[in-house]
């Protein structure tokens, strides 16, 4: 299915489980998710993961409101169930999207402008090289006799300046291979957008408007 | 007002990952500050404590980048970074990343992206908590609760997102101003 159309959906599904009370729908979403990922071989450590963290979190979620609440046993069933559903659905997209594709099919189905496109793609890339620098900041404080946890301020400091350094170089380097802001493009890569996708859509989105809404408990 | 530039575009986006690479890395602490106060049916306790550290990227990038809408891009990349990573809240984590951001952008709104001081920092701690509450009154069913825990939670979430999004935040401002780094600042 189309990135950009996938993103969509699972959003908005999520925004509507968020406001809904049915606890069979959320069943169904979770079965349905679910198989989806064996489908797309997920590996089995993944989805163990992904069961365990919903599975403690849910429980203690639970066990607070049924102390220190007035909740009744469906509404517990529901919020139980909902966490599941985020962190399935969750776990269907992040596991059968590359934000590569993700970033193309937004800057050509979705029209993002391509300097957001292009931006935020010079800047997943530097991923690596971000997890780097906080290890060196930490280490150089460190030598200093310094330790900086995530309230430091001067963590975040040395950081934002790399990050200000990287952000300047980075757009000098675009510039310089002529890339400019707002000029018309072409893809050597085209992320197809195409009928099959909007019946998917479309065909989702209606059989969850009826699961939630068909007076299932 | 000041546009967007693929520059401030590439910078909101690596304050975003390095924000989406501490929240990931706070998820251990959550779940074992969650474990340990389950026990005692106050384990929401443990979401509200650390909740400002999870929205701190939108008044930093707010403060640092300073064009509307930088809050809300700069929570909303943090979630997505979160997302990618493998964050505890999937799906929703986008939606709470726009809710965050937009919590933290009413602030600024409020002020008209002129002042960026004291009192803007304590406005967009308010709007922030007060956003995100009512996103979780319906969420995680905080509407079920009794009325004095509910306004416990309430309190730890404002204290909580004062400290990190307001306190660190303006901690880290000011160092960045010392340095002359930001543009027109005042202190």
């Not at chain 2, 300073?66 to 986008?94: C, D, K, N, Q, Y």
């Not at chain 2, 990190?164 to 202190?187: D, Q």
């Amino acid at each position: 299915m189309n990135p950009s159309l996938k993103l969509g959906l699972i959003v908005f599904i999520a925004l509507e489980v968020s406001f809904a009370q049915v606890w069979t729908a959320n069943v169904a979403l979770i079965v349905v998710s679910l198989m989806l990922m064996l489908i797309n071989h997920v590996s089995f450590k993944r989805l163990l993961y992904l069961t365990l963290v919903p599975l403690f979190f849910s429980s203690t979620l639970v066990w607070s409101l049924s102390l220190r609440g007035s909740a009744s046993p469906h509404f517990l069933l529901v919020i139980f169930t909902r966490l599941f559903v985020y962190v399935y659905m969750g776990g269907l997209f992040t596991q059968t999207t590359e934000p590569l594709t993700l970033t193309r099919s937004l800057e050509q189905n979705a029209k993002l402008p391509s300097k957001f496109a292009y931006g935020f793609l010079a800047a997943f890339n530097l991923m690596p090289k971000i997890k780097t620098e906080v290890a060196t900041i930490k280490a150089a404080a460190m030598m200093r006799g310094q330790v900086l946890h995530f309230w430091s301020p001067q963590l975040y400091f040395k950081v934002i300046l790399a990050a200000m350094n990287w952000s300047d170089q980075l757009a000098a380097a675009m510039t310089s291979h002529g890339f400019i802001e707002g000029a018309p493009r072409t893809h050597a890569q085209t992320v197809p957008l195409v009928a099959r996708d909007w019946w998917l859509f479309g065909g989702s989105l209606l059989l969850v408007q009826v699961a939630l809404f068909c007076g299932l408990p | 007002m000041k546009r967007w530039h693929i520059r401030d575009i590439i910078l909101v986006t690596i304050l975003a990952i390095f924000m989406g690479v501490i929240f990931w890395v706070i998820g251990p602490l959550y779940t074992v500050l969650s474990a340990a106060l389950a026990p005692f049916g106050l384990s929401p306790l443990a979401n509200e404590l650390l909740l400002g550290i999870w929205v701190m990227a939108g008044p930093l990038a707010g403060f640092i980048i300073r064009i509307p809408g930088a809050a809300t891009l700069g929570e909303l990349l943090g979630a997505v970074v979160e997302m990618f990573l493998g964050g505890i809240w999937g799906a929703s984590t986008l939606i709470s990343g726009v809710v965050q951001g937009f919590g933290s952008e009413l602030g600024f709104i409020f002020t008209g992206y002129k002042r960026y001081n004291w009192p803007t920092l304590v406005l967009t701690a308010l709007t922030t908590t007060i956003v995100t509450f009512t996103w979780d009154l319906f969420r995680s069913g905080y509407a079920a609760y009794h009325l004095p825990f509910l306004l416990l939670l309430f309190a730890v979430r404002f204290a909580s997102v004062f400290v990190f999004g307001g306190v660190l935040t303006k901690l880290i401002n000011n160092l960045l101003v010392r340095a002359h780094v930001l543009p027109n600042a005042t202190h």
